[in-house]
């Protein structure tokens, strides 16, 4: 596609259900980040991929957030046991030369709801 | 570690008049670049600018200007003639030469503008 994909847009999970977010970023662009963005906060960093090796995960909360790029392409980002506090925007980003923000471009988020 | 600071959680102005959203930043590197993104209502962040520690000139882009003044740790953005389309929440970011990490931008808790017809 034209841009970055993120699928599903609205979700509303039960208190300990598990989720997962899909990101479909611009073909051949080798970096990919996670971001989270709570209501009326700036986003802030999750983890970050470079094709299919995850190397930076210090941004994630706590040991329910899983990401993964098995081919380098398609990313995932699962939340088990979701919490209320998990409930916020999720984006994803992705670039073709890793490190520059001007070259990120960033999906329109998953909304994710917790209840 | 780094810091940005948005102060102005909310503007509201009629449509025509200039704007300024302020931004602050704290950082210990020398190296970094500064950035100011737009999130429209669909919720997509929108790239406006990247500016690098080393240059200071202010940059005009259409109705669009930036300030970066490294003495007061400052990056702001005017718009001139506001329209009722640049209504959105605007960032501003943080992002430092990487050491063994991937560049990470740190972002402000954003400025919601609101531009009345």
């Known amino acids: 596609g034209a841009g970055v994909s993120q699928s599903p847009r609205y979700k509303v999970a039960k208190r300990g259900q598990d989720v997962a977010l899909r990101c479909d970023p611009i073909?051949?662009?080798?970096?990919l980040f996670w971001y989270q963005q709570a209501l009326g906060q700036g986003p802030e960093f999750l983890t970050y991929f470079q094709n299919e090796a995850q190397l930076d995960k210090s941004g994630l909360p706590s040991d329910r957030f899983f990401a993964e790029r098995p081919e380098g392409s398609v990313s995932t980002l699962k939340i088990q046991r979701t919490q209320q506090e998990d409930s916020a925007v999720y984006l994803c980003?992705?670039?073709?030369?890793?490190?520059?923000?001007?070259?990120?471009?960033f999906g329109e988020g998953s909304w994710l709801t917790v209840v | 570690a780094q810091k940005v600071t948005q102060a102005q959680t909310e503007i509201s102005v009629v449509e025509k008049e200039d704007v300024t959203l302020d931004c602050v930043y704290e950082t210990r590197d020398t190296t970094y670049y500064l950035f100011w993104y737009k999130q429209p209502p669909s919720g997509e962040l929108v790239f406006l600018i990247r500016r690098n520690s080393f240059d200071e000139q202010n940059e005009i882009s259409g109705r669009y200007s930036w300030n970066f003044q490294k003495s007061t740790s400052s990056f702001n953005f005017t718009i001139t003639a506001s329209q009722v389309v640049d209504s959105a929440v605007y960032f501003c970011a943080l992002s430092v030469v990487p050491s063994g990490s991937a560049r990470q931008l740190t972002f402000g808790s954003g400025t919601q503008l609101t531009v009345l017809p």
């Open positions: 073909s051949g662009h080798v970096s």
């Open positions: 980003a992705g670039g073709d030369r890793g490190f520059s923000g001007n070259t990120i471009y």
